[in-house]
């Protein structure tokens, strides 16, 4: 297929910014399949942000102290925040953030499978905080260098707000693994359910990823799923320590001619199927959602209303005043 | 671009009747002194609530002493394909710059 | 109470903690773990009364985080809502500091006949209108008490209060942009909107009920029937925009300052209680 010549000269000029390391912003000419990948990923990204606060929002009103009640709070309110600056990001790309939103409830987008499981216990409140935003953390913080300058910018806002996330997710758990025995088994119990799912939030193995390969062409994705996985697993070995738990997996080794950290095999089968929305609390999760945002339909309708009414009557007051 | 022309932008989604709010810009000021800086965008059915959402979704954490808004749509950016010749100009312009003037170098107070 | 040097500044005056100060519940369990900041029955009871009021609330308001009509507004309510736990908590913490009891002491361990909050905040969310309506009628009623509050003989309600009316002057702002818009947006806006008054407003009368507690804290506390006046003229003043006629009906019997509550409120201590329950003396 031809290109037309502001194209072919856009292609050029494309492949100079990305050769050059540096960033793309929304007005350039970029290859439609840049454009795709990364709406597909920002919207997955928001639309996980905008699920995850589910699992944690249910204990908001259970919290077992006030502290952990506010923290709790503030975490899930940051996560709406999250949602709404990669949203943000997406809509540069000429999408809108309806259509999006519409695409999630209508069960038509993926977000990240980890958010289907259910969160059943305190203890989850801290294993979600260390190892699933620990994982978001691993893969986010390259992100931060993205190649589309929204994506990047979001990015960083992102991470410097969920530095707080992670901590307070482990502080719950080492106050449960130095509490009562009832607590500890509660603190390890959850570190056992939610280890895997956390290694499987960075994506199938690399010769399974087909994605991958294209993503840090253009310098969106910057590392492979499984060097990510496997550096993030080396951070979980120390950190477990201190907490004086476990994990779940007696495979974990070093390679001795790799150097990188490796780990027991995953039920990729289970994964494919929660994506595909099968898993625990797929529907759930959506319903949720979805009944959100049904409910806040007429408030959404009547706030534009009344933006309307407002504007014509000032534009009536203007030109009587004239 | 006056607020009913930018309430009129938002359509109405297929089907279920809903009426979209528009987009915004967020200007935030971190400091006295500094200018205020974009931040991100959002959305809000006007701009008394543009200004509200701003501060719940941008200054959580003391980011900010004031915050502009602006409908998004207000914003009239330069031609991204015309960038080789819209800022060619200053291109070669030494003089412009204290650094093109070197036999002066060394001078006290210059 | 002599207040302790952590509250203001190293002279150790409570007087002088100035409005500005943004004071932390941290800072007022240290104030009362060192016995430099001690509630006295009376003022604990009031607390008690402030703090259940806005615990029940955040409560109530948590609920809507990841269930509000758009994002923007899960993150508003959910600023609100930690406002108002920020305030319980300092509440509860000082009202602790008279009995020995810890803010989760007071928060996860009295039964609901000692919970001292008015009925109007145990109220369920119902829609997004009958959530404004509560938060309007809470809004104009918190902003006036915590401003006269500032003025409280008693330096710690005082310097909790200066802390809280800031951040209620924004509640006040956010409620009454949603009545105005809930009102003059669509037809079935505005009815929501006036059905969520209705709904709500028998539960002001109570908010204003003087009794022998209020009558002893004198300069301590703010009469509750002298925040009557300016209730009637803000709200009025709003309504009036929103062309909705005041809700006829501002009398409710009332009790929660007596320990006498709504049907609503077991329902929710008992979520709110469970796990702290589940494992008594834990630590979490």
Redesign the interface.
């Known amino acids: 297929m031809a290109l037309k010549q ?1 194209d072919t ?2 292609q050029a000029n494309f492949e100079r910014i990305i050769a050059k390391d540096s960033r793309v ?1 929304p ?3 970029m290859p439609e399949a840049y454009r795709r990948t990364l709406v597909r990923q920002i919207s997955q990204h928001a639309h996980s942000e ?1 699920i995850g ?2 699992p944690e ?1 249910n204990w ?11 923290i709790l ?2 975490k ?3 996560e ?2 999250h ?3 990669l ?2 990001a997406a ?1 540069t790309l000429g999408t ?3 259509d999006m939103m ?1 695409a999630l409830v209508a069960g038509k987008a993926r977000y990240s499978s980890i958010f289907n499981y259910p969160a059943v216990t ?1 203890a989850d409140m801290g294993a979600i905080g260390w190892m699933v935003d620990g994982a978001a953390i691993c893969n986010q913080v390259p992100l931060c260098r993205a190649s589309y300058g929204p994506y990047g ?2 990015m960083v ?1 992102v991470c410097k ?1 969920e530095s707080f996330h992670q901590r307070q997710g482990f502080e ?1 758990l080492l ?2 693994a130095n ?2 025995p ?2 500890r088994t509660m603190a390890q119990d959850a570190v056992n359910r939610w280890y895997a799912p956390s290694l499987m939030m960075f994506g199938p193995p690399d010769d399974d990823s087909p994605n991958s390969r294209q993503s840090m062409a253009w310098n969106i994705k910057r590392f492979s799923n499984d060097e990510l996985r496997s550096r993030f697993v080396g951070m979980l070995v120390e950190q477990v320590k201190v907490l004086g738990l476990s994990l779940p997996d007696e495979y974990i080794s070093v390679n001795e001619d790799s150097n990188k950290w490796e780990h027991g095999p995953l039920d990729w089968e289970e994964f494919k199927e929660v994506l595909a929305g099968r898993g625990p609390c797929n529907a759930q999760r959506l319903e ?1 959602r979805r ?2 945002h049904d ?18 009557k ?2 009536q007051k203007a030109a009587a005043s004239t | 671009m ?3 022309e ?3 932008s ?1 359509t109405p ?1 297929a089907g ?6 528009p ?1 915004w810009e967020v200007f935030v000021r971190s400091n006295r002194g500094l200018s205020h800086v974009h931040a ?4 809000a ?2 701009a008394a ?1 543009a200004l509200r959402n701003a501060r719940d ?1 941008y200054t ?2 003391n980011e900010g002493v004031s915050i502009w808004v602006v409908p998004a749509d207000a914003i009239a ?1 330069s ?3 015309a960038k080789g010749s819209f800022f060619e100009s200053p291109q070669g312009k030494d003089y412009r710059h204290a650094t093109y003037y070197t036999k002066s170098e060394g001078v006290k107070h210059l | 109470m002599q207040p302790s040097a952590k509250l203001g500044d190293a002279s150790a005056s409570a007087t002088r903690i100035t409005p500005g100060n943004a004071l932390r ?1 941290e800072d007022i369990a240290l104030a009362a773990r060192h016995g430099a900041a001690k509630a006295s029955e009376d003022v604990a009871q009031y607390a008690l009364r402030l703090g259940d009021d806005a ?1 029940i609330l955040a ?1 109530r308001l ?2 809507w ?11 508003a309510l ?2 609100i ?2 406002d108002q ?2 305030h ?2 300092s509440f ?1 913490t000082y009202a602790g500091s008279s009995w020995g009891k810890s ?2 002491e007071l ?2 361990f009295r039964r609901e006949q000692e919970f001292r909050c008015a009925h109007l905040f145990e109220q369920p969310n119902g ?2 209108a009958a959530t404004i309506a509560r938060q309007f009628i809470a809004a104009n009623y918190q902003f006036p008490l915590y401003r006269g509050l500032t003025q409280s003989s008693d330096p710690m309600l005082a310097a909790i209060a200066a802390k809280a009316v800031k951040e209620v002057d924004y509640h006040l702002d956010h409620s009454t942009q949603w009545v ?3 009102a ?3 037809e ?2 505005r009815r ?1 909107m006036v059905a969520g008054l209705d709904l709500m407003w028998p539960f002001t009368g109570e908010l204003f009920q003087d009794d022998a507690l209020t009558a002893r804290l004198g300069d301590a506390g703010v009469l509750p029937s002298s925040l009557r006046a300016e209730f009637d003229r803000a709200t009025g003043e709003v309504l009036a925009e929103a062309e909705v006629d005041i809700p006829a009906s501002s009398m409710a019997s009332g009790g929660g300052r007596h320990g006498r509550h709504s049907e609503h409120l077991g329902y929710l201590l008992a ?2 209680q ?3 329950r589940e ?1 008594p ?4």
């Open positions: 502001e000269a856009g912003e007005k350039d000419w905008i606060m589910q929002a908001i009103t259970r919290a077992p102290s006030l502290k952990r009640k506010s709070m503030a899930v309110q940051d709406a925040g949602g709404l600056y949203y943000s809509e809108t953030r309806d519409d305190w910018r979001a806002r707000e719950i106050e449960l509490g009562t009832e607590q949720r009944s959100a409910d806040g339909a007429w408030v959404r309708e009547a706030a534009a209303v009344y933006a309307q009414k407002q504007a014509v000032n534009a | 006056s607020a009913q930018f309430a009129g938002s989604a279920d009747g809903a009426h979209r709010w987009l991100g965008s959002l959305h059915p006007d609530m979704l959580r954490r950016a031609d991204p394909d | 519940p615990l409560q948590a609920h985080i990841s269930r509000a009509p758009e994002l923007e507004e899960d993150v959910g600023n809502a930690l736990l920020g319980a908590r509860l803010e989760d928060a996860y829609d997004f105005l818009r809930l003059g947006g669509t079935e806006s929501r979520e709110m469970v796990l702290a494992y003396g834990a630590s979490w």
